[in-house]
């Protein structure tokens, strides 16, 4: 009878562990977002609601640069003169 409550015992507290250890757990990726970049024709400002800027890291060598607009999100090519003027000027915009 003793055994039997301490194997219950046992299996609860490990049940506890094991789902409190999942919870604190998060997901890493660990390559680039941007497999395709766009480098075509400018995007006007207007239409871009909202810029990411993930910097180069141990996950992806190169800058990423994300563009959200009213009908998705793209990736930017960070080596344009273009992106680097607008990733200038939302930097702008969120200082002020």
Known sequence: MKFT???L???ICTAALLSTAEGQQSRINLRCQCIQK???PPIPIKKI???KVIPAGPKCKNEEII??????QMC???K????ISLKDAF???KSN
Do not use: Y
């Not at 344009?80 to 992106?83: F, Q």
């Open 49 to 51: 609601l909202s810029l």
């Open 67 to 72: 563009a959200r607009m009213n009908r998705g």
């Open 38 to 40: 766009h480098s075509g």
């Open 80 to 83: 344009k003169d273009w992106v």
């Open 91 to 93: 930097k702008n915009t």
């Open 5 to 7: 409550v301490a194997a």
């Open 76 to 78: 930017l090519d960070s």
């Open 9 to 11: 015992m046992s299996l």
